[in-house]
């Protein structure tokens, strides 16, 4: 699965083993808790669940999206 960070800060596409939405939102807080600037949050989560960056492309199509400025996430139509 790909899942896409997007932030004011940060957009970061990462990819990983496929879990559900409640799922990656659990991982996401976990996360977010641990990092002390939301521009480290990709590599921490990448360490903490197992996931890989990607070199950022917006015409990849995502499974999810995390809007870190709203905490938010959801699954984009295309």
Known sequence: MI???DGYFTQA???GRKC???ELKQK?????SIVNDIR???DVFC???RFEQLPFNDKIEVDF???TDTDYIYSPNY
């Not at 996401?28 to 977010?32: D, I």
């Open 3 to 5: 899942v896409e960070i």
């Open 13 to 15: 596409l990462l990819t």
């Open 20 to 22: 559900s939405k409640k």
């Open 28 to 32: 996401y807080l976990r996360a977010l």
């Open 40 to 42: 480290d949050l990709p």
């Open 47 to 49: 360490r903490l669940f």
């Open 65 to 67: 999206v995390i809007d």
